[in-house]
């Protein structure tokens, strides 16, 4: 008999708008996710000390771990700290650094695990991969997705608008990354799956394409389910290459290569990915992406990433190296550093007109 479909994993519960936080000890019973109550809620030691206040009395069987750092040994300490618990569940509550802890202590401990979002700087708020610092930098460690997501909107509009233009760039280099995936189909035949493309694709294209900013609510509730897609699309995958392509290479090569740079992830990947469509010979979908990061407020040039432009033709050259056996546009065209400084010169010219930003 065909298969007629398939079981993708996927949260069971996405709740976005102002209030979800107060959603939480509902959502926790009614999808069975933690019936007794007891769940350890890894928190941030700034803002989640507030919400702590506000949702301890509705959690009276929650234990309360504070996470301050992004590091593997934290995750790991985090899932030593709560081995011994008898939870049904790991919550996270805050950004991407405890959101990425909670992932990986819950894949440790066999426990699923709810993200309550306070912030939208990256796609790892629904994604099966937990970004953690490590000896080498970082590293990306597969996990199950969160099975619930919450992202209050007033809660997410009190974090630094950095973080949520962060994000715009992250959903935005789908676009890049899935350009990337169709040209690995067309030169070595890697396999496509045309849902998590679909997936990311629209990710990404919503945010391209909606007229509001930082400060509306409705412009915060499309790049949530963004970042959501973008998520289900990588578990729909199996893998990160619906949302990872040369832009992704460019941004680990820049942490790499200069770790104190002050650029955010998706600051880096952003303008990474602008660049990369640029190399794809697509001049006019370049400016297109360029001009929607600068009208949120993100880099579109090198030294706006906090890095000089040779600085920056360096960790293009290196990226591939990044992730041995994907294929982008880098690995494609197979650049010299002086063909990628030309490639560059090209691109800041486009994207910057003579009186300024285009």
Known sequence: MPVLSRLIPSPVAVHIRRGALDDLPDLLVDQRIAPSGRVAVAVSGGSGT???????????GAAWFETRGAGLDDAVRLADRTRTGRHDAIVGI????????????AARLGLPMVTVATSLSHDGICSPVSVLANDAGHGSYGVPAPVALL????????????????GIGDALSNLSAVADWELAHRVRGERVDGLAAALARQAGENVLRHPGGCDDDAFLTVLAEGLVLSGVAMTTAGHSRPASGACHEIGHALDLLHPRHPACHGEQVG??????????????????VARTLRRHGLPVLARELGVGDDDFVRAVAFAPRTRPGRYTILEHLDLTPERIAHAYAEYAASVTGPHGPV
Request: with cysteine; glycine share 8%.
């Open 50 to 60: 507030a919400l702590r206040r506000r949702l301890a009395p509705a959690l009276p």
């Open 94 to 105: 805050g950004g991407g650094r405890v959101i990425d802890c909670a992932k990986f202590a």
């Open 151 to 166: 992202v209050d909107l007033a809660v997410v509009r009190r974090a630094p608008p950095r973080y949520v233009r962060s």
């Open 271 to 288: 303008m990474a990915a602008a660049f990369a469509t640029h190399l794809r010979g697509d001049t006019g979908r370049a400016r297109l």
